[in-house]
């Protein structure tokens, strides 16, 4: 029997912490035993500190009864990808190469959550180094969709996705290089947001994808996702790719900011290969936003079928020297074969790394290599160039854009193992905002035949998360979806 | 006519690579600390050190320094310094691949003046102008200590702000080179941009060097020479390859593409690794860093704080002060010695240059070099110098007993005018007491005014040595010539 603290969203939970009607010790509890009473079939987390997080509970509870609670998160239990640093906690990534490995600091992110009196818990479950869209690549363990366990819970931060909509977390932290918080949040029917790159330091969260990757909250509502995207928005100075701008009351501006809006609806979004209940589902949303008053236009962005095939070369060729410093020699595992530098390389790494982490490394060192530089990477990054200029043409009409966040609800566990394409082809419709920088968020918009969620994708103009937050919590709060719990 | 082919018959092509650390206080891209003899591994951090999840934040003092290093050489500044990563395994690169700059050097072209060897010390040589061709700002990477069963890797040099510069391949011979490293040297170190310390690795060398039959356009095929570790080795090292090349042509042999390693101590080299083995490093842009506009107004401010070129001051210093090669050629390279120069010759005033220049050159720096001491340190300050001249060109004092004056007050820092009066080296100008002495000195030596009264102009010098004994240096020379000859003329 679930503690009728499971499930409650991390405003009511704050609301209950703020009015001594809960301590942050008694939640996080409550937290732990879901965490035992489900994770044998969920495999969210990868490990769970029950010490730490009570001890970080207990200083909540007395900086509150000190009347220095610090703000909507303090005492509230937040779950962190494995690829996120917090000091003194493993950070495996999902691999064997990171093992053993504990952070000696802290991720700007995890001190921004520090700071918000947030409760770090635990080190959830992803794809390794955050490649993949089922969380199967995992080196440990396969996560479950909670909604099916048979089922795959979207990737690569499924154990953040599973942790939250499992009710062992009201929120947690993912990384999206090319839909991991989206497709998840879709996949497992709660939210996900993928800000726009730069408004979030990447200090601390292990590159995948450089010029790709960004952090972002898994919630149960918009609110909480504004409430934790607060917490670790804004400019850091150990980020040179981190963007000066004004951060605003995300939680506050939900109300302020009504429609009716302009929205877009890409065309290229709603060809074969979208499952028609998804397409069902999207197209009820935005039906519910056009009889809202809001404007539905349909737009085009044409270089959209260009878009994987430019992420896989964009993404693996900065990945390729990115994991580069995985290498045996300092903190890494090393294999007890090696004799000399050279074998210490190629042992520790056959050793230490998965096949989908090899795969694209060797993708991404080809496509950099000489000779193939300018047909391959100079040639993405203009498609990408191309693609960013259609989001901004877009946006010259609308103001935001609704697409499918996922072309399938959750797939069986082992479908797409044997066929890495048909696995590149999860991110579909979530790739191209990375290419572009842009922000996007995930909502619940309804639920297959079957009874597996389906996500809304609404894509917003650059660094303007407040906008489309409002767009979202308008949709939410008029739907019930977001209520709608798994049973365990 | 053809000549059987001979040494002579072939030029030397030599390009050089110079890799010089910048004196900064923190490292190219994380705020950790520079610096060259800590204990293994303590000038490190997470970002150092390639932890996962760590991010690179240029060091704008950096980009700063190499900006005036072009701003000095005549180089083009790019607009935008952009930054590559260059990707290769080694265990002294943390992150395998160092952050550098591949398509867009922040410098382009631009050149070093430079001396050749004169004829002889004193004489100054022809000076020449080597172009370059880029110079682009990197990091440093590790050092490895090969023990017998495993290598311990320190990475306190990791990270540490590098530029490498590259010249044309445009030196001839191994005393260019030498000058080449001497002059560039002399102009990193006035400006405050590197000490250069070539013991302490602050600044390396590789050259590229091929020769071609005398007269030919067409390249011979190059050989890269390493680890060239003070710029005598590189002299050597230069001319120990210009020799193998020619013997090997004149054997009837092919040169290889290769690198090649010159051992110093033993005067030869041997090859490491041929062209076939050459890297690919897959260079593409690096993420984590966005590009730096470099505008006008920041480039400005650099430009007003950049120091004379050495040879500039060279020029200056002769026309200006009439100072001789010999001094200025010692004054030049040091900065803070030539401003310590000017700020003595500016004190004492004018026609006094020389006097100072010979003071700082001669007297100044024996002083220094015994003490073991900079001229930071020296308790002989400008004003110091610039009292002594003025008291020897006032007659005040003989020019011997202002060598005492100066050594008294290189060790204590005192005054030359109170150790004159406190010593009593006052010179006579009393023509009584000195006509005593005078006549004495004639007295006591016959065979001198014989010889004066001969003709022989140089045996007045005789007497004036004994009127100085007798006047224990206090006596006027000028004054002394004048008695003696008067008394001479009359007896």
Not at chain 1, 297 to 323: D, F, G, K, M
Not at chain 2, 282 to 311: C, I, N, S
Not at chain 2, 454 to 474: D, P, Q, R
Request: proline residues 5%; neutral net charge.
């Amino acid at each position: 029997m679930s503690s009728a603290l499971v499930f409650q969203t991390a405003a009511a939970l704050s609301d209950q912490l703020g009015a001594r009607k809960v301590s942050a010790v008694e939640l996080a509890q409550a937290c732990l035993a879901q965490v035992r009473a489900t994770d044998d079939r969920i495999h969210a987390f990868l490990s769970v500190d029950e010490a730490d997080i009570l001890a970080q509970a207990g200083a909540a509870d007395a900086r509150r009864a000190a009347g220095q609670a610090r703000g909507p998160l303090d005492g509230v239990p937040v779950g962190l990808k494995d690829v996120i640093a917090v000091r003194g906690q493993p950070l495996t990534c999902g691999s064997r190469m990171l093992e053993k490995f504990v952070s000696p600091y802290d991720a700007t992110a995890a001190i921004g959550l520090k700071n918000a009196g947030a409760v770090l818990f635990g080190r959830a479950n992803m794809d390794e180094f955050a490649m993949g869209s089922s969380t199967e690549n995992s080196a440990f363990q396969t996560t479950s969709n909670p909604w099916d366990v048979t089922r795959i819970p979207g990737g690569s931060s499924g154990g953040s996705a599973a942790a939250v909509a499992a009710g062992q977390v009201p929120v947690s932290l993912g990384s999206d290089t090319g839909g991991s918080i989206r497709q998840p949040a879709a996949l497992c029917g709660i939210v996900g947001l993928k800000p726009t790159y730069g408004l979030i330091s990447r200090y601390g969260l292990v590159a995948y994808a450089s010029s790709l990757d960004q952090i972002g909250p898994f919630a149960h509502t918009v609110e909480d996702a504004a409430l934790v995207l607060q917490a670790i928005a804004g400019h850091d100075v150990n980020d040179s790719t981190s963007f000066r701008t004004e951060i605003p009351d995300y939680r506050a501006e939900l109300a302020k900011r009504r429609g009716p809006w302009r929205l877009g609806v890409p065309k290229e979004y709603f060809g074969a290969g979208l499952a028609p209940e998804v397409r069902a589902s999207v197209e009820k949303a935005i039906a519910w936003y056009r009889a809202q008053g809001c404007e539905i236009r349909e737009v085009s962005l044409p270089h959209t079928e260009y878009a994987v095939a430019a992420y896989y070369i964009i993404a693996t060729a900065e990945a390729s020297s990115n994991l580069a410093r995985f290498d045996g020699i300092r903190y890494t595992h090393r294999s007890p074969k090696a004799t000399d530098a050279v074998d210490i390389y190629h042992h520790s790494r056959a050793e230490g790394f998965g096949s989908e982490v090899k795969r694209r490394i060797i993708l991404g060192t080809y496509v950099l290599s000489s000779g193939y530089y300018d047909a391959y990477y100079g040639r993405a990054q203009k498609v990408r160039t191309l693609i960013r200029q259609d989001f901004l043409n877009a946006f010259r009409e609308v103001d935001a854009l609704l697409t499918p966040t996922s072309p399938t609800v959750a797939f069986k566990k082992g479908e797409k193992t044997a066929n890495p394409l048909e696995m590149y082809l999860a991110d579909i419709f979530t790739i191209s905002l990375n290419l572009a920088g842009l922000p996007g968020v995930s909502v619940p918009c309804g639920f297959s035949p079957e009874g597996l969620p389906i996500g809304l994708q609404i894509v917003g103009r650059p660094f303007q998360e407040a906008d489309l937050l409002a767009i979202a919590h308008a949709y939410e709060q008029a739907h019930d979806f977001h209520t709608k719990h798994p049973v365990l | 006519m053809v000549n059987n082919p001979s040494p002579s018959s072939y030029e030397a092509v030599i390009g050089l690579e110079v890799h010089v650390q910048l004196k900064t206080r923190s490292k190219m891209f994380t705020r950790v600390a520079t610096g060259f003899g800590a204990p293994p591994n303590t000038l490190t951090d997470p970002v150092v050190l390639a932890l996962p999840g760590t991010l690179p934040v240029m060091n704008k003092e950096a980009l700063d320094k190499i900006i005036q290093t072009g701003l000095l050489l005549g180089c083009e500044i790019a607009p935008v310094c952009k930054w590559d990563r260059k990707n290769y395994f080694y265990p002294d690169s943390p992150k395998n691949y160092q952050i550098s700059q591949y398509d867009q050097p922040i410098c382009l072209r631009g050149s070093v003046e430079i001396e050749l060897p004169g004829a002889a010390r004193n004489i100054m040589g022809e000076h020449v102008t080597i172009p370059l061709t880029r110079i682009h700002l990197e990091e440093d990477v590790g050092k490895l200590n090969h023990g017998v069963a495993e290598s311990l890797i320190d990475y306190n040099r990791a990270g540490t702000p590098l530029m490498e510069l590259v010249t044309d391949p445009a030196l001839k011979s191994a005393d260019e080179a030498f000058a080449f490293l001497t002059a560039l040297r002399m102009i990193l170190v006035a400006a405050g941009i590197s000490d250069c310390d070539m013991e302490k690795g602050q600044m390396r060398c590789d050259a590229n060097i091929s020769i071609r039959p005398v007269g030919a356009e067409k390249l011979g095929t190059k050989v890269e020479l390493k680890n060239l570790n003070s710029i005598s080795f590189v002299r050597d090292g230069i001319a120990h390859e210009i020799q193998r090349q020619t013997a090997v042509v004149l054997g009837g042999g092919t040169i290889r593409q290769e690198t090649r390693d010159f051992d110093g101590q033993t005067g030869t080299s041997q090859s490491l690794r041929s062209k076939e083995m050459a890297h690919d490093y897959r260079y593409f842009p690096d993420p984590d860093l966005m590009p730096v506009k470099v505008d006008e107004v920041w480039k400005t401010q650099l430009r007003a704080g950049l120091p004379e070129l050495p040879f500039a001051k060279q020029r200056r210093f002769y026309a200006e002060y009439q100072l001789p090669y010999t001094i200025t050629s010692v004054l030049v390279p040091d900065r803070a010695l030539s401003d310590y120069f000017e700020e003595t010759a500016k004190l004492a005033g004018a026609g006094r240059a020389q006097a100072v220049g010979n003071w700082i050159a001669n007297d100044l720096l024996r002083e220094l070099g015994a003490a073991g001491l900079e001229i930071a340190a020296a308790k002989v300050r400008p004003a110091h110098i610039a009292a002594l001249v003025a008291l020897v060109d006032a007659g005040t004092i003989s020019s011997s007993s202002a060598k005492e004056v100066f050594a008294e007050m290189a060790q204590s820092g005192e005054l030359p005018e109170a150790i004159v009066e406190r010593r009593g080296l006052r010179q006579s100008t009393d023509t009584g007491e000195l006509e005593v002495w005078c006549r004495e000195a004639i007295a006591g030596n016959a065979k001198a005014v014989a010889e004066f009264k001969a003709g022989n102009e140089k045996a007045i010098n005789s007497f004036k040595g004994a009127v100085m004994k007798a006047g224990k240096g206090k006596a006027n020379p000028k004054l002394v010539d004048e008695v003696l000859r008067k008394l001479l003329a009359e007896g």
